[in-house]
């Protein structure tokens, strides 16, 4: 059910005011005034404002140039309509027909002058918006007033509407006759919704009485006004009455029975005519049964043509300032696409690494290895013992590093307090020193973190899988030793069905299996149809955990290094389901919007550390529409915050990964840390894939690549690295060496080895600077 604002319907813009506003500020500013966290969105598509009480959404139009004050005196006059006006009690009084927008027109007024006062009331602040919007639009002209006198022979209905958008200010002063000076005391004094019904149908009955005997044309008034009842609709040109649970004043029996169209009065038909003139015709009139039916009322009909024709006729200045605001409306301006996320189903995405055991465990039962695989297996098996053995210094460093960081912050954290006690020790010195108390040091308790890695296991990883495997166990090694909680997590495009282990990859039955499986269900929830987004199938398979006890994570390592090697010589048989796809790493990251606050509560912890690996972009989830000029604003359903689409160079599939970020790190509260493999050896071709700003900041960043094998790029990560994927971990600088080198030779390797180390020891080094900040 919609509702528009009378004064809102006219009250669209300044012209040429040369003022941008900020929309954002603006839909704070609406959701405090109602008190509710309600949806704000600004539309090209629709004339006038409204508000959606179903989906709790405030729409405001696109207008070309506006003035701050106007703008808050818009979205105030329209919360208080959602605020205080009813959606029943209009009906009996407006009726349906050529006479619905006259008595629209008088409720409008007096309800406006109404909910003026209560907003006013109610945020007493807005009231100097108020007192500079209805200064700026009389400027304007937007009643027009010039060259008209202002005195009693204007309609008494213009004058009070007048009187309560410009009198009450100061900017006219609008004469009243002592027998209607009764009515401006009602209409400032009206309470509810009833007293503004009975003063607008005393008001109309008074202009009728008044209406000239020959525009009677002898026949009796209608009292109900009741019009063509071939359509049930009325005519939108001539104000709207609100109502508070989004019903239309004068809509058609759709809206009226609580029908919720989501659309401008001016669009309630197929066509996209008004709702009086579906036939598109001149003078508004009904097409079909409307103009057969006799019911009309011809007074009705000769007050519609006077009130149309005739600026000086009654609601002379509503109607001028409805002719305006169709001016002001921005028609070249382009709708921005509200996008929402669906509820992803935790459960059916993660595989965890106890059903990953169990994955390797039954696929070796059913495959004959092959001697040679066999001997790869042991050699690899090896080759990862090796790796482990030599990489001791390399943990051990780095936990000599994050101690003494960690001692540096509780040093930072540490403050000394007097007891008010002497110390008998030290008080011998009072002579030459005042410090003669007994002192206590008091350390503030720092901050426990944690951290979840989300390993990209795409086919472009293949050639740098290997090398990124012993970044990752580095790093997993490290927080084995130090205590710190973490998950590794692959996502994978290939799904994991457990009906169709054993079965031939593409036979009959494995086909009738999947078939079934894709039938029963998503991965996700869309609450709504229309804006939610859809994302890709994806997994999530739980490779290595510190829930993991000694024996399981040392089978997880070793099932992690032959999947990697499998993946990069394509030479040793594996899981079908665990081999490398495509890159669902958007997927990834709304997972993330649950996953982390579930790890963070599961370990008590006060700071999660949430690190994407991936060698490029996510493929796109239809987030950003396209790569034109439409904005997308992305809805956070929990937070009831918006994200709009960054303006930047960068593609559109990384800019929906922005935005998620941008989503996850507000909701959540995690650190977030971004880390692209790149297998070139420069970045400077790259450029359109990160957000640089200047040229500067892009040659600095090239630099660091060449020279370091890594550098920092702009992101909404906290800290987004570029790192050299084929780097592999340092562990010995002197090993190539042959026995008779020389000692130039030796220094030279053990220089270029250690410089080797710091650069190859990237994603471990940056986490333990992280992890040592409370």
Not at 225 to 238: A, F, L, R, W
Not at 436 to 462: P, Q, T
Not at 549 to 565: D, E, S
Request: proline share 2%.
């Amino acid at each position: 059910m919609l509702y528009r604002g009378g004064l809102l319907w006219y009250n669209m813009g300044m012209k040429n005011t040369n003022n941008t506003v900020k929309t954002a500020s603006k839909d704070i500013l609406a959701k405090c005034m109602a008190t509710e966290d309600i949806n704000v969105e600004h539309r090209a598509d629709v004339p006038t404002a409204y508000f959606d009480t179903k989906s709790r959404t405030l729409c405001l139009p696109v207008w070309k140039d506006m003035d701050n004050s106007v703008y808050d005196m818009l979205v105030g006059h329209e919360v208080s309509h959602a605020l205080h006006t009813p959606a029943q009690g209009w009906q009996d009084f407006v009726g349906k027909g050529r006479g619905s927008q006259i008595r629209h027109m008088f409720l409008n007024i007096v309800e406006d002058a109404r909910i003026e006062r209560m907003i006013k009331d109610k945020f007493p602040g807005i009231r100097r918006d108020f007192a500079s919007a209805y200064k700026n639009l009389h400027n304007q002209d937007m009643f027009e007033l010039n060259g008209r006198t202002l005195d009693t022979s204007l309609p008494l209905i213009d004058r009070l509407n007048l009187h309560f958008k410009l009198g009450l200010f100061g900017l006219e002063s609008i004469p009243f006759t002592s027998e209607e000076k009764p009515y401006v005391t009602r209409m400032a004094e009206t309470v509810t919704f009833k007293d503004v019904v009975k003063l607008a149908k005393d008001l109309y009955e008074k202009h009728q009485d008044e209406l000239p005997e020959e525009d009677e044309n002898g026949e009796s008034q209608s009292a109900s006004g009741q019009g063509e009842s071939g359509e049930g609709q009325s005519g939108t040109e001539y104000g709207e009455s609100q109502s508070g649970d989004g019903s239309e004043s004068g809509a058609g029996e759709s809206q009226q029975e609580g029908d919720d169209s989501g659309q401008s009065m001016e669009d309630d038909t197929d066509d996209g005519k008004s709702a009086d003139s579906e036939s598109g015709s001149e003078d508004g009139s009904e097409s079909g049964e409307g103009e057969s039916n006799e019911s009309q009322d011809s007074s009705d009909s000769l007050e519609y043509d006077d009130y149309k024709n005739n600026s000086n006729a009654a609601g002379g200045t509503q109607k001028a300032m409805e002719q305006n605001v169709n001016e002001l409306r921005d028609d070249n301006a382009k709708s921005p696409t509200y996008r929402t996320l669906p509820t992803m189903k935790i459960d059916d995405i993660v595989i965890d690494f106890k059903a990953v055991e169990s994955i390797f465990t039954s696929h070796q039962s059913v495959t004959e290895l092959t001697e040679r695989n066999m001997a790869t297996k042991i050699e690899e098996l090896g080759n990862l013992k090796s790796f482990l053995n030599e990489s001791r210094g390399v943990v051990n460093h780095m936990v000599q590093q994050f101690q003494m960081k960690q001692a540096a912050d509780a040093d930072k954290r540490t403050s000394i307090a007097k007891t008010g006690v002497l110390d008998t020790v030290s008080m011998i010195n009072y002579r030459w020193s005042e410090d003669v108390f007994l002192k206590n040091e008091v350390v503030a308790d720092g901050k426990n973190h944690g951290m979840i890695m989300y390993l990209d296991w795409s086919g472009s990883m293949n050639c740098i899988l290997k090398d990124t495997i012993c970044q990752l166990l580095i790093l997993t090694e490290f927080c084995n030793k130090v205590g710190i909680p973490f998950e590794v997590y692959a996502f994978s495009s290939n799904l994991y069905y457990p009906t169709l282990e054993g079965l031939e990859r593409w036979s009959d039955e494995y086909n009738d299996a999947l078939k079934i499986i894709r039938e029963s269900g998503k991965q996700f929830t869309k609450l709504d149809e229309v804006s939610d987004i859809e994302p890709h199938a994806l997994q999530l398979y739980n490779f290595l955990s510190s829930r993991m006890n000694t024996k399981q994570y040392k089978t997880a390592t070793q099932n992690l290094w032959m999947l990697a090697y499998a993946e990069q010589s394509y030479g040793y048989p594996h899981p079908t389901c665990l081999g490398t796809g495509c890159t669902p790493l958007n997927e990834a990251v709304i997972c993330a919007l649950d996953m982390v606050p579930a790890f963070q509560e599961a370990n008590q912890l006060q700071i999660v550390n949430t690190v994407f690996l991936t060698d490029g972009e996510g493929h796109g989830i239809g987030l950003v529409d396209s790569w034109g000029d439409n904005t997308t604003i992305l809805r956070d359903r929990k937070t009831r915050k918006t994200y709009k689409q960054p303006k930047s160079n960068i593609n559109r599939r990384n800019v929906e990964t922005e935005m998620l970020l941008e989503l996850l790190k507000e909701r959540t509260g995690t650190s977030l840390i971004g880390i692209r493999l790149q297998t070139c050896k420069s970045i400077k071709g790259y450029r359109w894939q990160f957000n640089f700003q200047d040229d500067e900041q892009f040659a600095k960043a090239c630099a660091d690549y060449k020279k370091n094998n890594f550098c920092t790029v702009p992101s909404a990560y906290d800290l987004y690295f570029v790192v050299q994927g084929h780097m592999t971990v340092q562990t010995d600088a002197l090993e190539d060496l042959n026995e008779d080198a020389s000692i130039a030779k030796i220094k030279n390797a053990f220089i270029k080895g250690s410089n080797n180390k710091k650069s190859t020891r990237v994603i471990a080094g940056k986490m333990v600077e992280v992890f040592a900040v409370a």
